[in-house]
C-alpha cells in the first residue's frame, strides 16, 4: 500500500521557488530563443502586399435572350467558390505569367533554372497569391505578395484584369451561342420569302404573256372585280397564321434552346426566360439554405460523421431531389407549348387552305386566283419575316451594351511597408517561446535533480529532522570574526542540539557526509567556535587523515596528530594544541603512513574520547565521508552523537540516505541533518528557519564593509599558504 502520508500538495510558491534556482538557465534559453528570431527575422527577405477588390456577380448585364424582368441574385457560395477557383487557374494566370515576364522573375528570386511552364504556375501560387471572399459579400480580395511592391501592384491589377477580360469572353460566348438558332430561322425566313417572291414574278409573267402586254394589274388584285367576303376572310386567315407562326417560331427556337442543357445550366437559365415559377422559386432558395448551413457546420469543426451534418446533407439531396424534377417538369411543360404552337399553326393552315380551295370552287374560271394566291402567301411570310428581323434586331442591339460580370472596386496600389517578416509578432513570439522554453527545461531539470532542495525533501525522503540551515558562501568564523552575522546559523545549531557538559564527561560530536565537498569540515568548526566563544571547553579532533583541513583553517601545524598517536610515536596529550580562539584546542590529523590506513579502531576510538572526556566539555569530531571509508564509521559508532551534513542542491538524495542509513547501521545516535551551502536568497522558503538575513539586514554599511575586508585579508593569506604548501593546501581547499 503506498504512504499516502508522503504525498506533498505543491503551492505557487514552490513553482516559483524553482522559477528563481534555476532563473540562469530561463534567461539563457530565452537570450537564445529571442535573439535568434531577432536575428534571423532581420535576414528574411522583405515581402510587400498589395491587393485588389472585385466584385463579381453571377450573370453580367442581361446576357439571355427571351428576358424581359431583371433577375435578382443572392449571394451564392457555390458559384463564389467556383470564382474562387477560376481566378487561380491556369486559364487565368498563364496569361498574366507569360505577359509580365513571371517565369524569369521567379526563377532569379528562387534560383532554380529550366521550369516549367506548370513549375513557375505552382510557385506562383504558393509564394504570390492568396485569394478571399468578404463574408456574405459578392466582394472578392486578390492578394499579390512580392519582394517588389511596384510589381505586386502590377501582378494584381494584371490578375483582375485578366479574369474580367475572361469573365467577358464567356458571357460574350454564351450570347452568341444564345441567338444563333435565332438568326439562323431568319435566314431561312429570308430564303421562303425569297422563294415566294419568285413565284409571284413568275405568275404575273405568265399571266402578261397570255394577255397581252396592254393588261394592267393594280394593286394586287385583277381588274375583274372587286375582293369577295371569302377573299376577306382568307385575307384575314393569313394573318393569324403569320402571327401564329410568329410565337410558334419563338417558343420553337426557346426549346431548342434548352432541350440539351444540364440541369444545373437550366436552372441559371429559367429566371432569365422568365419561366421560374414560385415552387422552382421556394425550392432554390431552401437549397441555397441548406449549402449554405453546412458550411458553417463544417467551419465549426464537425466533420462528416457528425448527426447533424448527416441530418443536413440529407435534408439537402431531398431539396436537390425535388429541385431537379421541377426543372425537368418545366422544360417538359415548354417542350409541350412549343408543339402545341406547332399544332396551332397547322390547324391554322388547313383552315386556310380549306378558304383558299373554297375560293376556287366558287370561281373557278377567275384565272387571277393563282397569282392572288401567291401574293398573299408572300405578304404573309413577309409579315412573319418583318417580325423575326425585328426581334433579332432588338436583341443584338441588346447585346450591344457592354456586360459588367466583374467590377474592380479598388486598384492595387505600391504599398512602401513590408507584411513580412512581421518583426513585432515574431519577437512577441519568440517572447513567449523563449519564457515557455526556458521554463519548462527548468522544470525539466528540476524534475531530473533527485538532490535535496528543501526542508521537506529530508523529511520526506530521510524520515528525519533538519537541525541546522547553514547559508552559502560562509568562511570559518575565525576569517569573519566572533560579530559575524554567520555565526547565528551555528549558535542555533549548538542550541538545538544542546552542546554543554555532562556530569560524567564532555559531550561527543562527529558531523559526517555522504561524499566530498559538503561542507562538513567548516560546518563542524564554526560549530566548535561558536561553542568556545560562548564560554564552552571545546577540542576539536581531526580524523580525517586523507584529506585534513582543520590544520589550515587555523593555521597550526599540522604534526604530531592523532595519526603520530594511533601508529605509537607520540602520547595522546602531546598531540593537543591550543589555538587563538579562547576555549579551543585541537588535535591535527597529523600523517599517517599509507600502509597504516585503518589504524582507527573501535578500541583505539574509545580509548581517546575516555582519555579526554575528563578534561573537555565539548569533543568535535571531523570525520571522514561515511561512504566508503571505515574511519567515519568508527568514529559514528563511538560518539555520542552524529550529524549528518547535506550540501543543498548537490548530490542525489539517494547518497544521503545511504549516509543516514550507514550511520543507523553503526549503531551511531543520529540526531537530524544541518543543509549545507543554501541559497537563501533564491530559496525563500529558509528564511522563517534561520535569522540570518535579519542579522544581515542589522548590519550597518561599515560592518558588512569591515567583514567583506576581512574575509579579503583572510583568503589572501589562505592563498600564500597554499602556494607554499603545495599539494596539502589543495587538499583542504576540497573541504
Given at each position: 500500500m503506498p504512504d499516502h502520508s508522503d504525498e506533498v500538495t505543491l503551492h505557487f510558491s514552490d513553482y516559483w521557488r524553482i522559477v528563481k534556482n534555476r532563473w540562469p538557465i530561463i534567461l539563457t534559453i530565452f537570450i537564445l530563443v529571442v535573439g535568434t528570431a531577432y536575428f534571423y527575422s532581420r535576414g528574411l527577405t522583405k515581402i510587400y502586399s498589395s491587393y485588389v477588390t472585385v466584385q463579381v456577380d453571377k450573370k453580367g448585364q442581361d446576357e439571355t435572350i427571351f428576358k424581359n424582368n431583371p433577375e435578382n441574385f443572392g449571394v451564392d457560395p457555390v458559384f463564389l467558390q467556383t470564382e474562387f477557383e477560376i481566378i487561380k487557374s491556369k486559364t487565368v494566370l498563364y496569361p498574366v505569367i507569360e505577359q509580365l515576364n513571371l517565369k524569369s522573375v521567379i526563377s532569379?528570386?528562387?534560383?532554380?533554372?529550366?521550369?516549367?511552364?506548370?513549375?513557375?504556375?505552382?510557385?506562383?501560387?504558393?509564394?504570390?497569391?492568396?485569394?478571399?471572399?468578404?463574408?456574405?459579400?459578392?466582394?472578392?480580395?486578390?492578394?499579390?505578395?512580392?519582394?517588389?511592391?511596384?510589381?505586386?501592384?502590377?501582378?494584381?491589377?494584371?490578375?483582375a484584369a485578366q479574369y474580367e477580360k475572361y469573365r467577358i469572353d464567356k458571357l460574350q460566348?454564351?450570347?452568341?451561342?444564345?441567338?444563333?438558332?435565332?438568326?439562323?430561322?431568319?435566314?431561312?425566313?429570308e430564303k421562303l420569302v425569297a422563294d415566294l417572291n419568285a413565284k409571284v414574278g413568275t405568275i404575273r409573267e405568265e399571266r402578261r404573256k397570255k394577255l397581252g402586254p396592254d393588261y394592267v394589274i393594280a394593286g394586287g388584285a385583277t381588274q375583274q372585280g372587286s375582293a369577295s367576303l371569302l377573299d376577306m376572310q382568307i385575307q384575314n386567315q393569313e394573318a393569324k397564321v403569320a402571327s401564329a407562326k410568329t410565337d410558334a417560331t419563338v417558343k420553337i427556337a426557346l426549346y431548342n434552346k434548352i432541350k440539351d442543357l444540364s440541369i444545373q445550366d437550366l436552372e441559371n437559365i429559367l429566371p432569365a426566360i422568365n419561366k421560374e415559377d414560385q415552387n422552382i422559386s421556394n425550392l432554390r432558395q431552401t437549397y441555397l439554405s441548406n449549402q449554405s448551413y453546412i458550411i458553417s457546420l463544417q467551419q465549426q469543426g464537425l466533420d462528416a460523421e457528425h448527426p447533424k451534418v448527416k441530418s443536413a446533407v440529407a435534408a439537402l439531396a431531398k431539396t436537390r431531389d425535388q429541385l431537379d424534377k421541377a426543372i425537368l417538369g418545366m422544360r417538359e411543360g415548354i417542350k409541350y407549348d412549343s408543339e402545341v404552337s406547332q399544332q396551332t399553326v397547322s390547324a391554322m393552315e388547313t383552315e386556310l387552305k380549306m378558304l383558299k380551295d373554297q375560293r376556287r370552287q366558287t370561281d373557278p374560271s377567275d384565272s387571277w386566283v393563282d397569282l392572288e394566291q401567291a401574293q398573299r402567301d408572300l405578304e404573309s411570310q413577309q409579315q412573319i419575316l418583318n417580325l423575326l428581323k425585328a426581334r433579332y434586331q432588338q436583341e443584338v442591339i441588346d447585346n450591344q451594351i457592354k456586360a459588367y460580370p466583374v467590377t474592380i472596386i479598388n486598384q492595387a496600389e505600391s504599398n512602401p511597408r513590408p507584411i513580412k517578416p512581421k518583426l513585432l509578432l515574431i519577437m512577441i513570439a519568440a517572447v513567449a517561446a523563449g519564457l515557455f522554453l526556458g521554463v519548462s527545461l527548468a522544470f525539466f531539470i528540476e524534475y531530473l535533480d533527485t538532490s535535496i532542495k528543501s526542508l521537506d525533501d529530508v523529511e520526506r525522503y530521510l524520515k528525519t529532522s533538519v537541525v541546522g540551515v547553514i547559508p552559502d558562501d560562509v568562511d570559518p568564523l575565525i576569517n569573519e570574526g566572533a560579530d559575524s552575522p554567520n555565526g547565528e546559523a551555528y549558535r542555533i545549531l549548538r542550541a538545538k542540539i544542546d552542546l554543554k557538559g555532562k556530569e560524567d564527561g564532555a559531550t561527543t560530536l562527529t558531523i559526517v557526509s555522504g561524499g566530498p565537498g559538503e561542507g562538513k569540515s567548516t560546518t563542524i568548526f564554526n560549530l566548535a567556535y561558536v561553542c568556545a566563544y560562548s564560554g564552552i571547553n571545546t577540542l576539536l579532533v581531526d580524523v580525517d587523515f586523507r584529506r585534513h583541513s582543520l590544520d589550515k583553517i587555523l593555521n597550526v601545524e599540522n604534526q604530531p596528530g592523532l595519526a603520530d598517536f594511533l601508529i605509537g610515536s607520540t602520547p595522546l596529550h602531546d598531540c593537543i594544541r591550543s589555538t587563538d580562539v579562547p576555549n579551543l584546542h585541537i588535535i591535527t590529523s597529523g600523517k599517517l603512513p599509507s600502509h597504516c590506513m585503518g589504524a582507527l579502531s573501535p578500541a583505539k576510538m574509545a580509548e581517546i574520547i575516555a582519555t579526554l572526556k575528563p578534561y573537555y566539555e565539548v569533543i568535535l569530531f571531523d570525520a571522514p565521508p561515511i561512504l566508503g571509508i571505515s574511519d567515519a564509521a568508527v568514529v559514528v559508532h563511538e560518539v555520542?552523537?552524529?550529524?549528518?551534513?547535506?550540501?543543498?542542491?548537490?548530490?542525489?538524495?539517494?547518497?544521503?540516505?545511504?549516509?543516514?542509513?550507514?550511520?543507523t547501521e553503526m549503531?551511531?545516535?543520529?540526531?537530524?541533518?544541518?543543509?549545507?551551502?543554501?541559497?537563501?536568497?533564491?530559496?525563500?522558503?529558509?528564511?522563517y528557519y534561520t535569522s540570518y538575513y535579519g542579522y544581515e539586514e542589522g548590519y550597518d554599511k561599515a560592518s558588512k564593509k569591515k567583514l567583506k575586508k576581512v574575509r579579503k585579508q583572510a583568503k589572501q593569506k589562505k592563498g600564500q599558504e597554499t602556494n607554499t604548501s603545495g599539494s596539502t593546501g589543495s587538499d583542504a581547499e576540497q573541504y
Open positions: 532569379q528570386r528562387f534560383g532554380v533554372e529550366n521550369l516549367t511552364d506548370d513549375q513557375v504556375y505552382q510557385f506562383f501560387l504558393r509564394q504570390y497569391l492568396n485569394v478571399q471572399q468578404f463574408r456574405s459579400t459578392k466582394l472578392i480580395e486578390i492578394d499579390v505578395e512580392s519582394p517588389d511592391p511596384a510589381q505586386a501592384a502590377e501582378i494584381a491589377n494584371t490578375i460566348e454564351g450570347i452568341n451561342n444564345a441567338i444563333a438558332p435565332f438568326k439562323d430561322k431568319v435566314e431561312e425566313q555520542d552523537m552524529t550529524l549528518l551534513a547535506v550540501q543543498h542542491r548537490r548530490y542525489p538524495r539517494h547518497i544521503s540516505l545511504r549516509a543516514k542509513n550507514a550511520i549503531q551511531g545516535r543520529f540526531v537530524g541533518v544541518v543543509l549545507n551551502k543554501v541559497q537563501l536568497r533564491s530559496d525563500d522558503s529558509y528564511y
